[in-house]
Nanobody, 128 residues
């Protein structure tokens, strides 16, 4: 079992930055692949970024490439999402997710159903 708690969301003006954190419980965090997803009102949950267990493989959805950076610190059981140059369309609830799988196939890691555990989400609002 893994419990995930996100933090770091808030209200920011367009062009600003935020860093989201996701703290995981358990002693096997380093064996989990991690993902960030987001869900805006009235829309489906969408993939944002993925990082494999070692941090050596990362994927991003096209709309955030060059602006967002995913990273992890296995010693702190934490995964991060650094978000820069934020846009109003980035407004959503952001969720982190954990999955105990070792493959890094983009078509699979971008699907919510691939992950086993989810946090409660943190709201990010970007004003224009």
């Amino acid at each position: 079992q893994v419990q995930l708690v996100e933090s770091g969301g808030g209200l920011v003006q367009a062009g600003g930055s935020l860093r989201l954190s996701c703290a995981a419980s358990g002693r096997t965090f380093s064996s989990y692949a991690m993902g960030w997803f987001r869900q805006a009102p009235g829309k489906e949950r969408e993939f944002v970024a993925h990082i494999n267990w070692s941090g050596g493989t990362k994927y991003y959805t096209d709309s955030v490439k060059g602006r967002f950076t995913i990273s992890r610190d296995n010693a702190k059981n934490t995964v991060y999402l650094e978000m820069n140059s934020l846009k109003p369309e980035d407004t959503a609830v952001y969720y982190c997710a954990a999955g105990q799988f070792s493959y890094s196939i983009y078509a699979a890691v971008r699907m919510p159903s691939t992950y086993d555990y989810w946090g409660q989400g943190t709201q990010v609002t970007v004003s224009s």
